[in-house]
């Protein structure tokens, strides 16, 4: 029995051979295997399809959706267990040799690349897989996925609104980009009010519709897996001005404070200091009887943390 596992794109296995009959016709009408194929190619020709299928080591046999050409390439052909089941839209054909199969004069391919002739009449192996399965992102699901170039798509699960790029790609043979997207519930973003989440830099930000104390800010935050905005840079800071209604009017809670050891401001998530202090002139000015802060104007101001105003929540987009 052959171990073969696939997880997304990243196959884990030791060896593998079709077990093809020669001698038989190439093209099965109507018929097809009724297996899950590990790869999908769309608008490929039937003799495209399986000429494909001839050029990778992993591939025994293909299911050739006729309708829409759509060539699905399984890792396994028929068997003792395994029989082709009538579907009039599809064709079914088995690659034949297939222990033979070199690229080249001598080269076997891997089971993770592909046989390919290159202008100079060279053959080479090229890798098809990415080396790590897709990534997964929390409450989301993949909505398409295609396999030249590799690429996902998410959407998110019910209840959830998406924020960022909802699609991955990878290079075969390397890694899948890290997704700069999140699935946030819907409840959370309905709060967020200047237009909502916005995405920048590999970070979400809201502007939460509640006048709360700084405490309660921090706290309201937290409670939805965010944190009250840490802000490390000048650019980070002119982002956030341009998405808020400062500099006219307007004054939200930031994650820094003093409250622990007077004259010692530190981010409230994190627990460092501002690397790059952005106070307004002047400030912070209130001594031991302002120590939460809020962005006003172009910068920070240290102000009473019983004061309402509305939160800046962010999160660092998930991996
Ligand atoms: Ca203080």
Redesign the pocket.
Known sequence: MKLLKITGFLLILNSHICQSKAGESPFEHGKKLPVVPFMVLDNFGMKMCLKECEAISLCCSINFYRKLLKCELNSVGQNESLSLITDQDYVYSEIFHPKNRTCGTDVTCNLQSKCIRTTFDQFVCMPIFCVDPVPEIPNAYIAQKTFSPPSVTYGCSSGYTGVGNNTSICVPGKMWKTPVYSCVPDDFAKDCVYGGIHSYGGKMYCFAEHYITWTAAKDYCHGHTWHLVEIESAEEQSRIISLSKIPDYGAYWIGLA?QEN??TWLWSHSRSAPQNPLWNPGQ?N???I??CVALTYNGWS?LKCSQTLIPICEKVIHN
Request: glycine letters at 30%; a negative charge.
């Open positions: 003093d007077e004259g912070p209130g001594g031991t302002e120590n240290d």
